[in-house]
């Protein structure tokens, strides 16, 4: 097939916008990065412009979106950067940090350490643990039914990737990041760098980044194949942003799927991806409640 114009300017896109984010985290004046809530603006900068790509310029249109996915999905966006964000800060950032000082650890080399660097750092030592808590899910049970209704969706779309259950949501968030005194806007720049690769690599946007892109950084193919229907596919590919570590430890596939989801496809509602972790003990009690021939009491059936 012939590659378009179009084709080969939405396939630089994905490295344009990180450039852009390094470029603005850089060189931003300090009146303006300062701003508390200036990191959820660019975050959600990122999903929006990335999602009005999809319209532009799609790679499948079996997974356009429509009004239910959208919905769907902004209900997560929201839970991500309220109730998960605040349940990661309380249960994990501000103990990490007050353990921190207990120990007496001090990291202010950082302020010497050159600014990209630090950029680096923040997105190698975040993906890190994230790449081991994904491969986690995908090979043990009690881990695997937290993060399943992930692997429901039946499409992807930019903002796909917030969409899961809440425990696997926390979990996923968790990082040693707090450990570390980084220049803020190299931890900012880090963070939505980060943001730019994963959201490209479930949206629906018909880019191929070059090679040099793709060798280190999650692409759309990547990830789709992680999300296909083929149970084997799942169990590669883990990296989020940083496919480097999946061919580095072994778990890189190739290849891509269009057809997304598990169980026959069927696309969970919120309600039932939120107890999904806990569907097998609600079968159990339900099982134990009726009995073997389906009396409420549990006890034989009547004749």
Known sequence: MTETLKDKVFNHVPPAMIALVLLF?????????????LLIVTSSAITVIVLLLEF?????????????????????VVLSSTVIA???????????????????????????????????MVIVILEFGQY??????????????THAPHHHITQLNAAKGA????IELFLISLSVLAFFDF????????????????????????????????????????????HSTDYAATRCNYGNSLILLDRIFGTYCEGEGVLVGQDDRRRLSIWEQTIFP????????????????????????AA
Do not use: C
Request: neutral net charge; without cysteine.
């Open 56 to 76: 532009v310029h799609e790679r499948h249109s079996g997974w356009r979106m429509n009004r239910q996915e959208f919905f769907t999905d902004l209900f997560y």
């Open 132 to 145: 081991w808590m994904h491969r986690l899910m995908h090979n043990s049970t009690p881990f695997w039914l």
């Open 278 to 301: 806990f569907q097998p003990l609600i079968d159990r009690y339900k099982a134990r409640k009726t009995g073997p021939a389906g009396d409420e009491s549990g006890g034989p059936a």
């Open 183 to 226: 220049d803020t806007t190299a931890l900012f720049a880090g963070l939505n760098t980060l943001n730019v690769i994963s959201t490209f690599a479930h949206a629906n946007v018909k880019a191929n980044p070059p090679i040099w892109y793709s060798f280190f950084f999650t692409t759309i193919r990547h990830h789709s194949l992680h």
């Open 163 to 166: 969409v899961g259950n809440p």
């Open 86 to 120: 605040w349940l990661s800060k309380t249960l994990a950032e501000d103990p990490l940090l007050a353990l921190k000082d207990w120990l007496g650890i001090s990291t202010t080399w950082m302020a010497e350490v050159p600014w990209l660097v630090q950029v680096m």
């Open 25 to 37: 985290w850089a060189f931003a004046p300090k009146a303006v990065t300062d701003v508390p809530w």
